[in-house]
């Protein structure tokens, strides 16, 4: 009869044992597997130096060399529903990160990064530390589809272009 309380004793100390153990395992893999991106409302990232106050107009701009340029404050009122926000890992803070756009419209391409970014849409530009573009979002085939290229980081969106 002792035999069998020692052995019930040993099962579930075994028992409990595997499940501590489960629950460790699971508890670190866990806090490291990367996080999925909030499908929420997209939270401005508030750079450590203030932004680009004025667009970037070099090549890829729809303003190319004009000296006029749009602030930034003005951009996002003007582009609140046209912005493709890249942060510092070079992602699409965009939500959702599939956008659909009619034939010529502009899109804002705001980097949020310290460094300049390589942005592949339609065609290669760069915009400059925490600044931003305006693009043209133009194709002659309708309905398009384009991904969205940002230095390394392929297909960080998906812009879907059409009549």
């Not at 508030?46 to 006029?68: I, K, L, Q, Y």
Request: aromatic share 6%; proline share 6%; with cysteine.
């Amino acid at each position: 009869m002792e035999n069998k309380k020692k052995m019930a004793v040993y099962i579930v100390l075994g028992v409990l044992l595997v499940v501590v153990a489960g629950f460790i395992f699971w508890s670190i893999v866990v806090s490291t597997r990367p996080q999925p991106a909030s499908t929420g409302t997209p939270v401005a990232l508030t750079p450590a130096v203030t932004p680009t106050p004025t667009e970037d107009t070099t090549t890829g701009s729809v303003h190319t060399g004009s000296a006029v340029t749009l602030a930034y404050a003005d951009a996002l009122i003007t582009y609140a529903n046209a912005r493709l926000q890249l942060d510092t890992n070079c992602q699409a803070l965009a939500s959702p990160s599939n956008l659909v756009f009619r034939n010529n419209s502009l899109l804002m391409v705001d980097n949020r990064a310290p460094v300049t970014r390589t942005v592949h849409i339609g065609s290669v530009f760069t915009i400059k530390p925490y600044g931003f573009k305006i693009v043209k979002l133009s194709s002659s085939t309708l309905p398009a589809t384009w991904l969205v290229d940002c230095d390394a980081s392929q297909n960080v969106a998906t812009i879907t272009i059409e009549k």
